[in-house]
């Protein structure tokens, strides 16, 4: 176990304003925000892991994409609102960053999100219509001037094929990581917090009582007037076992990427079919490696809660929570012909020695028609678990981020974009904090620094 803490010296306390489950992007911008922004006065971060940000806010396991809801065509109208809110909070904090940082927790790029067939290509003119407004730097572009902004889209593709796209110059490229321990520095230099952070320690479970929740770890006890979860998708897990979201159930949704060498300027979305809840296979710079193109995910549906980790099926099992109204989510989703159409297709990617070939061909030579097999490496232990929400009132599988606030306690459950939403979060919770435990929250701070505030 290591312990590090704003008060370097002094003994660690047992009891804390605030206890935040997970060190990843959620858990830190909340830490942040709570030391920026309001006068709570003591906070304790819990991670399993002995560092920051070893999940999916690590730049292996997600697409370093910070989503605006131009390019992403499952969004609706008020999700791409929102997230482009989200978003402008994370350039507004990136921008105080010294530029030396900086430049490796962020770098702009252009996006486009390409169209190649006539279904597809009224697909976005339909998005266009509905959403243009709020994107003034969101373009369309023919077949000739997609030749010129990404050579490779166009170079080799068949003549008769018509292609379109929706090209912004306006894209970033993330590394969530570096972002995520950018937030916990930060919150530690604000001295007036007493602010630990305790690794290589698993939340086991949560009780009531005293002045507020116990919270029992493999090292020990802690008491907080309040727990957060910023656990991923264990934060579901941790809300079941104390009997609330009994309605949620979770498909881990696990992908692969392929390496190829830098073929693209910028990013390269595809128009995503149905109203499935995440993203088509695209094609990415990657902010670690200049020299190489990242393409995928594609899709899996793994038993674990962390990828590579079948000791973590139990806890997916106990998570699923397989009961009569998970089957009958279950069914309906899984007869959704977009899903079965989906499933089929990355069947085939997972299989030996043919797979690679079945990706290039459906997949990654859509977007550049002149890569070769020999051109794409399997990118391994790339990837995380994208954990979708299945509503089972609804019978569905539900679009992004999911939040419940109860008694002091709040769990996040984060999906992408959950990395780009990390301020948009911090700041709802901080506040949620600051009111149930009586402390201040300063408004005008928080909307100084990061911008208009979208609050729910
Ligand atoms: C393939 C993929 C692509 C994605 N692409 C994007 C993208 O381009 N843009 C975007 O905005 N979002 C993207 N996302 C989503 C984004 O990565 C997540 O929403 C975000 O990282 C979630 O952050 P988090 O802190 O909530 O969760 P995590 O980063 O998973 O952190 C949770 C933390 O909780 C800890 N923890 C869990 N249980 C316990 C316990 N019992 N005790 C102590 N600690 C515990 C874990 O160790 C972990 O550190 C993508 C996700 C995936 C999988």
Redesign the pocket.
């Known amino acids: 176990m290591s312990v590090s803490s704003s008060n370097p010296g002094e003994q660690m306390n047992r009891s804390y304003d605030a206890i935040i489950?997970?060190?990843?992007?959620?858990?830190?911008s909340l830490l942040y925000a709570l030391s920026a922004y309001t006068d709570v006065k003591s906070a304790l971060l819990?991670?399993?892991?002995s560092d920051?940000?070893?999940?999916?806010?690590?730049s292996r396991?997600?697409?370093?994409?910070?989503?605006f809801g131009d390019i992403e065509t499952n969004y609706s109208k008020e999700k791409a609102i929102s997230t482009k809110a989200a978003a402008k909070m994370v350039l507004r904090y990136c921008s105080t960053i010294p530029a030396a940082q900086r430049n490796g927790i962020i770098q702009k790029c252009q996006k486009m999100v390409l169209a190649v067939d006539d279904f597809e290509i009224e697909s976005i003119e339909k998005i266009y219509q509905n959403i243009g407004g709020i994107f003034p730097e969101l373009r369309r572009v023919q077949h000739k001037e997609i030749a010129k902004l990404e050579p490779n889209v166009v170079k080799g593709r068949d003549r008769g094929q018509k292609i379109a796209a929706l090209y912004s110059p306006d894209g970033y490229m993330?590394d969530?990581g570096l972002l995520?321990r950018n937030f916990a520095m930060a919150a530690k230099r604000r001295k007036r917090v007493r602010i630990d952070a305790m690794f290589d320690?698993?939340?086991?479970h949560v009780s009531e009582g005293g002045e507020g929740y116990t919270l029992h770890?493999s090292n020990g006890s802690f008491t907080g007037k309040a727990v957060v979860f910023?656990?991923?998708?264990?934060?579901l897990?941790?809300a079941k076992s104390l009997g609330y979201e009994k309605n949620l159930s979770i498909l881990s949704?696990?992908?692969n990427?392929y390496y190829t060498p830098r073929v693209l300027r910028g990013k390269v979305y595809r128009v995503q079919r149905g109203h499935i809840p995440f993203?088509a296979v695209h094609g990415?710079p990657e902010i670690t490696n200049p020299d190489v193109t990242r393409f995928?995910?594609t899709v899996s549906l793994p038993m674990e809660l962390?990828?590579h980790h079948p000791g973590t099926m139990l806890d997916y099992v106990r998570t699923f929570d397989f009961d009569m109204p998970t089957a009958a989510s279950l069914k309906r989703i899984m007869l959704d012909r977009d899903i079965l159409s989906i499933l089929s297709r990355n069947i085939l990617y997972d299989l030996p020695l043919v797979g690679k070939g079945e990706f290039l061909k459906r997949e990654a030579s859509l977007i550049v028609p002149s890569l070769k097999p020999s051109d794409l490496t399997f990118a391994k232990d790339i990837?995380?678990?994208?954990?979708q929400i299945i509503d089972e009132n609804k019978r569905s599988l539900v679009l992004g981020?999911a939040k419940l606030k109860e008694s002091g306690l709040i769990f996040?459950?984060?999906?992408?974009?959950?990395?780009?939403?990390?301020l948009a979060n911090a700041v709802e919770d901080a506040r949620y904090l600051s009111e149930y435990l009586g402390c201040r929250f300063d408004d005008a701070k928080a909307e100084k620094e990061l911008g208009p505030i979208n609050y729910k």
């Open positions: 489950v997970g060190g990843g992007i959620t858990g830190t819990i991670e399993k892991y920051y940000a070893q999940l999916n806010s690590n396991n997600n697409a370093q994409t910070l989503h993330m969530f995520t320690t698993v939340a086991k770890t910023a656990a991923g998708t264990y934060s897990y941790f949704v696990g992908g990427f993203a990415d995928g995910p962390e990828r990837g995380g678990i994208r954990p981020e996040n459950i984060t999906p992408s974009p959950g990395a780009t939403s990390c």
